[in-house]
Structures are given as structure tokens and as C-alpha cells.
């Protein structure tokens, strides 16, 4: 019995030496918002040395990502899994921290003389670790601890500007809608955990394998988890939130929520369907085989509808560029919800080229929406007009975002719908197919009113040209040059994808 | 296959304009009047030497094409073809070994097209000189979109043929949105959202069949062989090939435009600036009607048989149609000059789709013929518009009279373009239309007939739109100069600059009605081939 | 007396009888504050779920969860009346229907 005792101990520590090996990007992240509240204590009155300590949290945490050997594994005793699949989100999630943190350095809304940016900087990184572990979690109480961790940063970080009504505002209506989706989220974990009585996502495969009870609690028991994924990735009916809260929060953390935070919604959702409900000895590439009688594919099809159907035709109405994004991303979250809705690796590759596209072009386009807003202080459609006179590389900048997030060639944003549709038609959705396309055509309806307003009005009018730092403009660069480069170069994206849908699947 | 600076002349000819817009994006706006102007007139000229090299790598381009050549389906028998692999990825879940090749070539299709679409950008940079604002702007649009619009001519690689026609729709936008007229937003992006709604549908065919074939190559997509088993447009007359099928054509035709996919063009057509108008109607339209020819018709045989009908119908509406729309422009309170011009492109183009439906030699190089020759007719109609426009600032029919006294050598050219509108012989729009209703009364009597009012109706508007503005008595207001100042327009009549424009185009047209074999040498035997392709195709289904 | 002498439905329902009245709380509540409440009875409807669960497998699993879910409201509480905080000292109110700048 001792003996037997030491070797499970022995056991223990071996797996948990190993986890931490893995682990250590993640500790890195932590380590670095421990940090970033010793920076800020110190250095009170400089604004931006905590920023540059979080720049450096992400660079060691990129470093020990590259280095870190490939690995497909349980950690810590099948809580936490290794895989490509989850590595591909963490990247996803270092380049969008580090595009948010230099996009805050020339935000003129956050980098006001009365403000702190201690916590703000600090609250970015504890909201990248949250989805760090969520990207990786195989274990219903992990994947919770994980999205509060995200979902408590941003409602702060939603409302940073406190002293402006609307972002306060956003805050409260983030937080509310958010409590009511975890509520509603962990009341479904409950149920599943009745049901089955484990919370690793593994062990309920296991036993979904053999379920044959009643369907019905089952299924919403999933469909109240799905609320807490849906409301992540702002998919309609869940979407409630997103057009206040991004309307209202300082412009780098909209851009972070539609990016990183819908990725990681994204990376929960699609593990948690791969991992729990499909049938791991008879997953061949091509088709999935679901262990439970629940419809899945039908479900996520009616979510991606409704999101494309629902987001384009509102942001129609628009008239602040920021709300109007931010239907957008609900539309595109359907669109993305497309490739889930196939149920097939390569479905899930196309949601993951997607991701990377969809970054450049939407974090762009929220960066030229700020910097705007520096300069002539709204967000409103209305006050754009010639500004692709006073500032022709915004103008071309934004235009190119907004062409490439309509979804046409020869930009980033046209080989993430490709994928997509090319997932959807090769498993014979064309109905879906052909939604999505009509929906692109929507879009540009929409995208091209900013455009417009840029470019078509104001042509004769002599205001002042917009002076922007050099190094306010190379970052623009830095996004518009992948924008076009990886619509004309692809291969390497796609072979990133490839090499990353692989997912850990416990057997 | 010749070469310049080792590049081929197709990429050469298609991505020069790249060169010209990275050098025009170089030039300095310039500080005070002087400068500001010399750099405008810099701007100009560069674009007028980059299209101008365009023009002589296409006559190039013409004198090395051998005519006996088919092309079409033929993958050996494509000229000047240059093949790369441009996206390889191998052992994709779902999508197999993905292959996109950068894949150009031209046959007796294209080789017209190229030619006219070098031509029409070369002799429209002249007209650009009537643009008065954001010029760097517009000529770098100017230079994309002629990018584009060649690149659709030479591509053989589906993927790449839709790049293209992607590519080209954002500088017609801005095009049209900022030098445009009063209401050119609306036009703009109706144009865009016409265009798109077409296309889309397209990538979902294209895609389809990509998974069907393997490759986007479109040769590889005509051969009824290559089709893998149990695939969704694999099979014949199946019900998906005839839903992709007529997607393609709602995508081309909106292009075209044929009755009832037309309505946008009337607007983007009046609101855009002369060179835009003359672009658009001398190479954009071309595009849908080409876009038939090199994919929808070889890749879906069985539909064309299965359609053919409707098709010709169609031709014939849009023909009665358009023509009775631009007669409807001598209507009081209407009027307006290139309003009519642009209703006689759908008819024009109503003839194109007529020959095409003819299936027949006569017919098919009817059609590939008026293609080319509408360009070059239209072009001139536009600009002459334009030439008046500028200077009236107004193009109501009834707002003119008398302009041949004021303006002799205008009113000659006019005239030229305008019989050669209405077909008369010894022009070249006699001989393309006269070959379309051969072709097509062997098809299809009766519709023929119908359609033939549509020169009688032709003959009308062009007439009496002639008889209004340039005969009779000149009114008050345009007795004096057209500008006072004598800055812009030191005489009345016809400058410099729009000659320049317009005589190349008139050398065509009378060259063309005199010796039509110099463009239809060109096509004869691809045209042949591609019937035969046609035919074969539809054998079954009872042609 | 077992605590298991009752039967696991009887948690269930009231649970389930919880849930709902916390949910339909936080939809028709204007008061912010009383929403965060709906919210906590929303939560701890589910640590009874969790805890009635994990009592009848025998599974300490369950009530591991409901150390999280404790932990985690009061972090929500925390954030959430600060929040409401914040929007008071703007604008006098704590009712959420007064918050309405943001429309679509």
C-alpha cells in the first residue's frame, strides 16, 4: 500500500514536472502581470515603461512558445492538453497582445495626464493568460476558471475611461451580460457533470460513447455551456452585449475583444466539440462521426445564420464606425461559425486561416479608427468625410481593411472566406454557401459607406492634413503589408493551419 | 514567343502598370502653381508613355500570334503561355493537394481583346486630360484598373481570372465615386454591389469546380474527362451543372449588360467621367461577354444547348430594349446625350449575345468581332461627349443645334463615329453586325428578324441626335467662345489633345470596315474550335 | 438522518427553481445592484446542483467546483459594484435603464 502510494506520488511529480516545462509560457504571462503591479508601484509617474514591460512578457513568452518542443499531451493530470491546435491560438493571442499594447501607446483617449496605466497594461496580460489556459483547457472547471479570468479583465478594462459616460456604460452592460452567460454556462456544467459525472472533457466523450439515457437533458445541458461560447464569440442570440460594449470601450480594447477574445471563444468552442462530442476512434479526416444524437452540425449552422444574417443587417443602419464594426464581427463570427459548422479537419483549418486574416484586417481597421479619433476626437461616419484627403494613408489603409474585411481579392480577408467556403461547399452546404456569399455582398454595402465618406466626399475641402508620428505610421504598415501579402503569398498560412489543426484528442 | 527584359509579354503587358503606378506615386505634388502643374502634366505624361508601351507590346503581340492556332480548350496551342506555380500546398484534409498556377495565354479569343484593351487605355489617357482634381489619384486607379482589365484577358487559371476580375471592381469604384458627377456615389456603388452580387456566385461555382476537377486550371475544367466520379458538377445536364451554368452567365451577363441585369449601367455610365465611360463601355462590357466564351460556354457545353434558346431571346430583348430606351431619350425633359449613348450599348451588346447564341462561324466571329468594334465605336462616342460636356457643361440633346458650323472638324469625326454606330457599309460596325444576323438568321429566324428593327430603331436615335445638335440654327447662348478667358480652349473647335484621342480610333474604324480580315484572322480558328467544342458537347442533348 | 434519505430531485428542482427565478431577476430587475443579487442566487442555484451532485456520486469533484464558482462570484460582485460605482458617480443612478446612451 505505501509502495503503491509513492508511485502514484512519484507518478505525480513526474507529470507535473513535465506540465510545468510546457506550462512555462503561461508561467511567463503570470509571472509578468506579478510583475507589472511591482513596475507600476515604482514607477508611478511614467505612463508607458508598463506597457513596454508587458511588450517584454509577450517577447519571452513568444520565445518560450518557439522553443518549447512539439508536444501532443496531457498536462497536469489531464486537465490541461498540448497540442498544435492550442499553440496556434497562443500565437494568435501574442500578436494580437502585442498589437494591442502598441496600439494603446497613441491612444490619446487612454494616455490621458490624470490616468494610471498600470493596471491597464496589467489587466491586458491577465487577460491574455486566461486565454492562454483556455486555448489548452481539457476540463469543464478549467475552461471556467479560464473565460472568468478573461471576462473579469475586460469588464475593467472595458470601462478604463471611466470618467467617459458611454464607456462605463459598456462596462456595465459587459458585466452583466457576461454574469448571466457564466450563470447560465456552469448551470449547463452542472447538468453535465449530473449527467456524466466527470468534468474532463475526455472522460465525457468516454461516456458519451456509451450513453444511451435520455437525449433531452443532454442537450440542454450543451446548449446552456454553448451560451457561454456563443457569448465569447458574440454570436447571435448572444450578441447582445457587443455593439454597447464596443462602441463604448477605448478602441485598442475593441480591437483586442473582437480578435483575441472571439479567438478564444473560438479555440474553447471548437475543442469542446471536437474533444467531447465527436467519436475519437472513428475520426478520419474527412468526416466527424458525433458520439451523442445531439445536431450539432444544425445548431451551429442556425448560429452562423443568424450572426452573419442578423450582424450585416444591422451595422446597414450604423452610424458610428466602432458600432458598426462591431456588428461586423458579429457577422464575421458567423462566418467563421461556417467552417464549424462543417465538422471536418478541414473545416476547422479554414476557421483557423480565417483567425490570422481576420486579426490583421480588423485589428487595422480599429487602429486607423483610433487614430482618427485622435485627431478630430469621433467615431462618427459622418466626420470622415475627406479625410482620404487629409490623411491619404489612412484612407488607402482603411479602404484596404475594408476590402479585404468585404472579402475580395487580392487581400488577406479573400483567402479566409475562400477557405471557408471552400469547406462548406466540398461537404455539400451550398445552401449555407450561398447565404454567406449573399451576406459578402451585404457587408459591402456597409464597408464601402467608410470608404465613401473618405474617399467620394469632401474632395474639394482645404482642412488641415492629419500629422501622425512615424511610428504611429509604420505600425498602419505593419498590418496593411500582411493584409496584401498574405492575400497574394498564402501557402505559408495555410501550411501553419495544416500543421496546427491537430488536436489532442486523449487517444 | 518573344521576350522583354527576359519577362513575358503577357505579364509584361499586364503588370506594367504596376511599374507606373509606383513611378507616379514618386512624383512630388509640387508647392506653388507652377510646380503643381508641371507635375500634373508629369502624371500625364507618364501614364500616356506607360499605356503607350502597353499598345506597342500588344501590336507586338498581334504581329507574332499565329492565326492557325485554336487554342480555347487546347492547352498546346495557346500563344506566348507562361505557366508558374503560384499557391502549392500538398495533403490538405478536405482539400487535397491545392494548386493555383499563375497560368496566362491568349487565343483567337483574347488576342482581340488584348489589342483593344490596349488600345482603349492608350486613347483614353488622353481624355484623362479634362480631369480636374486629385490627379494622382485617378491615374493610379486608372493604371490599376487597366491592370485588372488585361489581366482578366490573359488568365487561363480560374483562380487568377477571378483575382483579376476582383481587382478591378475597387478603382472602378473610386473611379466613378470621386471624378464622377452629381449623383456618382449612387452610381458608384450600384456598380460595385451589381458586380459583386454577380461574382460571388461565380467563386462558388469556381470552387465547385475546383473540387470537381482538381485544378483551377480552365482547361483542365473543359475536358469532360478530367471530372472525378461522384463529385457535384461531375456528370451531364446533371441539375447542379445547369444551376452553375446559369450562375455564371447571371455573373457575366450582369457585366455585359444584358435586359434585365442592366440598370446599373445607364448610371454608372452618365455619372462616370468621358475616359471612365470609354473605358467602361470599350473593355468592361467585353469582359462579361468574353467571360461567356472562355469559361462558361467550353466548361458547361450541355447547358449552352440546354439554354441556347433563352439565351438568344435574351439578346434579342436587350437589343430591342436598349434600343427603344436610348430612342426614348429624345423625349422631352430627358435628353441626355451619353444617357442614350450608354442604352445603345445594351442594344449593342444585345447583338454580341445574339451572334454568340448563333453557335455558328458567321455568328460567333460576328460577335467577337462586334465586341472589338463596339469598343472602339463607343469609345469615340463617349469622348465626343465628352468633348462638348467639357466645354457646354451641359449634353442635352435639345440644349445644341448648329455645332457643324461652330465646330467642322468635331462634326467630322462625330459623324464618323456616329454612322458607324448605325452601321453604315464601308465602316466596321457594318461588317461585324451583318455577320451576326448571318449566323443567327440560320439559328434562329425569326428572332433575327426581330432583332434586325433593332438597326432601324439605331439608325433612328443616332440620326436624330445628329440632326438636333449639329444641323440647324445655333443657339444665343453658344454664339461666343467657349471660354472667354481663351485659357482652357483657345478655339472652338476640336483641340490637340482630344484629336489625339479620337483619330487613332476613327483609323480603326475605317481601317477595320475596309480590311475586317486584320481583327478576324485572329479569332477564325479559335472561333471554329470553340463550336466544335460547343457542339460536340451538346450533341447529346439533341442540337 | 442521511442527507441522501431525500432524494436527489428534490435538490434538483429547487435548484432548477432557483436558477430561474435568479435569471428571470436579472432580465426584468432595473435596479443594478438587485440584478447582481438575481446573479449570486443564479450561482449558488448552481454550487446546489454541484454540491447534491457530488454528495450522491460520492465524487468530491462537484464540490471542488463550488470553491471556484464562491471564489469567482465575489470577484464578479466586487468588479460588477464597482462598476456601478463608477456609472453612479457620473450619473446618479443605479438603474440600468437609465443607462442608455448606447442604443442600436
Known amino acids: 500500500m505505501d509502495s503503491l502510494l509513492s508511485l502514484f506520488i512519484g507518478q505525480y511529480v513526474a507529470d507535473l514536472k513535465r506540465s510545468l516545462a510546457l506550462f512555462a509560457p503561461e508561467l511567463v504571462l503570470a509571472t509578468a502581470f506579478v510583475l507589472l503591479v511591482i513596475v507600476d508601484l515604482i514607477f508611478q509617474k511614467s505612463k508607458y515603461i508598463t506597457g513596454v514591460v508587458a511588450l517584454l512578457g509577450f517577447a519571452v513568452a513568444t520565445i518560450f512558445m518557439i522553443v518549447s518542443p512539439a508536444n501532443t499531451s496531457f498536462g497536469f493530470w489531464q486537465m490541461y492538453v498540448f497540442d498544435p491546435f492550442s499553440n496556434f491560438f497562443k500565437y494568435i493571442f501574442l500578436i494580437s497582445g502585442f498589437a494591442v499594447v502598441l496600439i494603446s501607446f497613441f491612444s490619446n483617449e487612454l494616455n490621458k495626464s490624470d490616468r494610471t496605466m498600470g493596471e491597464y497594461y496589467t489587466l491586458i496580460l491577465g487577460m491574455t493568460l486566461g486565454m492562454f489556459v483556455i486555448s489548452s483547457a481539457g476540463n469543464l472547471i478549467l475552461i471556467y476558471l479560464a473565460l472568468e479570468t478573461m471576462s473579469l479583465s475586460s469588464y475593467v478594462l472595458a470601462g478604463y475611461t471611466k470618467e467617459i459616460k458611454r464607456a462605463s456604460e459598456a462596462s456595465l452592460k459587459y458585466v452583466i451580460y457576461g454574469a448571466l452567460a457564466s450563470g447560465l454556462m456552469i448551470y449547463g456544467i452542472s447538468i453535465l457533470y449530473g449527467l456524466t459525472g466527470t468534468l474532463s472533457l475526455f472522460q465525457i466523450n468516454a461516456f458519451l460513447t456509451q450513453y444511451q439515457g435520455p437525449v433531452f437533458p443532454l442537450v440542454v445541458a ?3 455551456v454553448l451560451v457561454g461560447f456563443g457569448y465569447k464569440i458574440s454570436a447571435v442570440p448572444f450578441h447582445f452585449w457587443t455593439p454597447d460594449v464596443y462602441e463604448g470601450a477605448p478602441v485598442a480594447i475593441t480591437a483586442y475583444l473582437s480578435v483575441a477574445s472571439k479567438a ?9 466539440l471536437k474533444a467531447g462530442f465527436i467519436d475519437p476512434t472513428n475520426a478520419s479526416e474527412q468526416v466527424w462521426t458525433m458520439v451523442s444524437s445531439i445536431d450539432w452540425k444544425f445548431i451551429v449552422a442556425v448560429l452562423s445564420v443568424l450572426s452573419m444574417t442578423i450582424g450585416n443587417f444591422v451595422a446597414l443602419w450604423q452610424t458610428n464606425v466602432k458600432r458598426m464594426l462591431a456588428y461586423s464581427s458579429i457577422a464575421h463570427a458567423g462566418y467563421m461559425l461556417m467552417g464549424v459548422t462543417v465538422m471536418t479537419e478541414g473545416g476547422y483549418i479554414a476557421v483557423m486561416i480565417y483567425f490570422f486574416t481576420y486579426l490583421l484586417m480588423n485589428f487595422g481597421a480599429f487602429y486607423v479608427v483610433q487614430l482618427i479619433a485622435n485627431e478630430i476626437g469621433s467615431e462618427e461616419l459622418e466626420d470622415y468625410n475627406g479625410l482620404g484627403y487629409r490623411s491619404p494613408l489612412l484612407g488607402t489603409a482603411m479602404a484596404i481593411f475594408l476590402v479585404s474585411l468585404t472579402g475580395l481579392p487580392p487581400t488577406a480577408g479573400f483567402v479566409g472566406k475562400l477557405y471557408i467556403f471552400q469547406a462548406v461547399i466540398n461537404s455539400n452546404m451550398i445552401w449555407l454557401a450561398v447565404v454567406g456569399v449573399l451576406n459578402s455582398v451585404v457587408s459591402l454595402a456597409y464597408y464601402a459607406k467608410v470608404f465613401r465618406n473618405m474617399w467620394l466626399r469632401g474632395v474639394d475641402s482645404n482642412s488641415a492634413p492629419l500629422k501622425y508620428s512615424i511610428y504611429a505610421q509604420l505600425l498602419v504598415y505593419a498590418f496593411v503589408i500582411p493584409t496584401l501579402y498574405y492575400g497574394i503569398f498564402w501557402t505559408p498560412l495555410v501550411f501553419w493551419a495544416k500543421s496546427s489543426v491537430m488536436m489532442f484528442i486523449g487517444k | 514567343m518573344f521576350t522583354i527584359f527576359g519577362i513575358g509579354p503577357l505579364t509584361f503587358i499586364t503588370f506594367l502598370p504596376l511599374l507606373g503606378m509606383l513611378i507616379l506615386l514618386a512624383i512630388p505634388s509640387g508647392k506653388d502653381e507652377k510646380t503643381k502643374e508641371t507635375s500634373i502634366n508629369l502624371l500625364r505624361w507618364v501614364t500616356v508613355g ?3 508601351i502597353q499598345l506597342v507590346v500588344a501590336l507586338l503581340i498581334y504581329a507574332n500570334f499565329r492565326t492557325d492556332l485554336v487554342g480555347v480548350n487546347d492547352p498546346n496551342s495557346f500563344q506566348f503561355v507562361e505557366k508558374v506555380k503560384w499557391i502549392s500546398v500538398k495533403g490538405l484534409p478536405l482539400f487535397g493537394d491545392l494548386n493555383i498556377e499563375y497560368f496566362v495565354g491568349i487565343d483567337g479569343l483574347s488576342a482581340p481583346m488584348v ?12 481624355s484623362s486630360w479634362s480631369i480636374k482634381k486629385a490627379h494622382k489619384g485617378y491615374f493610379m486607379m486608372y493604371l490599376l484598373l487597366d491592370l485588372g482589365m488585361m489581366g482578366v484577358f490573359v488568365a487561363l487559371d480560374f483562380f487568377l481570372f477571378y483575382v483579376f476580375w476582383e481587382l478591378m471592381l475597387l478603382p472602378m469604384y473610386f473611379l466613378i465615386g470621386i471624378w464622377g458627377g452629381p449623383r456618382k456615389e449612387y452610381a458608384a456603388i450600384k456598380f460595385f454591389i451589381y458586380t459583386l452580387f454577380g461574382s460571388v456566385f461565380m467563386l462558388l461555382v469556381m470552387i465547385g469546380l475546383y473540387f470537381s476537377v482538381g485544378s483551377f486550371n480552365l482547361l483542365d475544367m473543359m475536358n469532360p474527362a478530367n471530372f472525378k466520379p461522384g463529385e457535384i458538377f461531375t456528370g451531364f445536364q446533371t441539375t447542379w451543372r445547369l444551376v452553375a451554368f446559369v450562375a455564371l452567365f447571371v455573373g457575366f451577363a450582369i457585366k455585359v449588360p444584358t435586359v434585365p441585369f442592366h440598370t446599373w449601367l445607364p448610371d454608372a455610365h452618365v455619372e462616370a467621367p468621358t475616359p471612365i465611360s470609354v473605358i467602361l463601355a470599350g473593355i468592361l462590357l467585353k469582359m462579361g461577354t468574353y467571360g461567356m466564351l472562355r469559361v462558361a460556354w467550353p466548361i458547361f457545353p450541355e447547358a449552352v444547348a440546354y439554354f441556347n434558346n433563352y439565351i438568344a431571346f435574351i439578346g434579342m430583348v436587350s437589343i430591342i430594349y436598349g434600343a427603344l430606351c436610348a430612342l426614348g431619350q429624345h423625349k422631352v425633359g430627358k435628353r441626355d446625350l451619353k444617357k442614350l449613348i450608354a442604352y445603345s450599348s445594351v442594344s449593342h451588346m444585345g447583338y454580341v449575345m445574339l451572334g454568340i447564341s448563333a ?12 465586341m472589338f468594334n463596339h469598343g472602339t465605336i463607343t469609345a469615340m462616342l463617349f469622348m465626343i461627349v465628352g468633348v462638348i460636356y467639357d ?20 462634326t467630322g469625326i462625330m459623324a464618323i463615329a456616329f454612322f458607324a454606330a448605325i452601321g453604315l457599309p464601308g465602316l466596321s460596325g457594318f461588317i461585324s453586325e451583318a455577320l451576326v444576323f448571318l449566323g443567327a438568321f440560320a439559328t434562329y429566324p425569326v428572332l433575327t428578324v426581330i432583332s434586325a428593327l433593332g438597326v432601324v430603331l439605331g439608325a433612328a436615335y443616332m440620326l436624330w441626335a445628329l440632326q438636333r445638335m449639329f444641323f440647324g440654327k445655333l443657339p444665343e447662348r453658344w454664339s461666343g467662345p467657349w471660354d472667354p478667358t481663351g485659357k482652357e480652349y483657345k478655339h472652338d473647335d476640336i483641340n490637340g489633345i482630344e484629336l489625339a484621342a479620337l483619330v487613332p480610333l476613327a483609323i480603326v474604324v475605317i481601317f477595320l470596315g475596309v480590311f475586317p480580315g486584320a481583327v478576324v484572322n485572329l479569332m477564325t480558328s479559335s472561333v471554329n474550335h470553340l463550336i466544335e467544342i460547343v457542339k460536340i458537347g451538346g450533341q447529346f442533348a439533341g442540337m | 438522518m442521511l442527507i441522501t434519505n431525500i432524494p436527489l430531485e428534490f435538490y434538483l428542482v429547487l435548484s432548477a427553481i432557483l436558477f430561474v427565478i435568479g435569471a428571470v431577476g436579472v432580465l426584468t430587475r432595473r435596479n443594478a445592484i438587485i440584478i447582481f443579487m438575481s446573479i449570486e442566487i443564479m450561482l449558488n442555484s448552481v454550487n446546489l446542483t454541484f454540491v447534491s451532485f457530488s454528495i450522491y456520486f460520492g465524487d468530491t469533484l462537484g464540490q471542488l467546483f463550488v470553491f471556484f464558482v464562491m471564489a469567482i462570484a465575489a470577484a464578479e460582485a466586487a468588479i460588477g459594484l464597482a462598476i456601478v460605482l463608477a456609472l453612479y458617480r457620473l450619473k446618479q443612478t443605479v438603474f440600468v435603464d437609465e443607462v442608455n446612451l448606447l442604443k442600436w
Open chain 2, 359 to 370: 453557335l455558328n462561324s458567321n455568328g460567333l466571329t460576328g460577335a467577337i468581332f462586334q
Open chain 2, 50 to 52: 506607360i499605356t503607350f
Open chain 1, 222 to 224: 450543451s446548449l446552456l
Open chain 2, 115 to 126: 489589342l483593344l484593351t490596349a488600345l482603349i487605355c492608350f486613347v483614353a489617357t488622353f
Open chain 2, 391 to 410: 466645354r457646354a457643361h451641359t449634353r442635352g440633346l435639345d440644349e445644341f443645334g448648329g455645332l457643324a458650323n461652330k465646330m467642322p472638324v468635331y
Open chain 1, 264 to 272: 478564444a471563444g473560438f479555440a474553447v468552442f471548437m475543442r469542446f
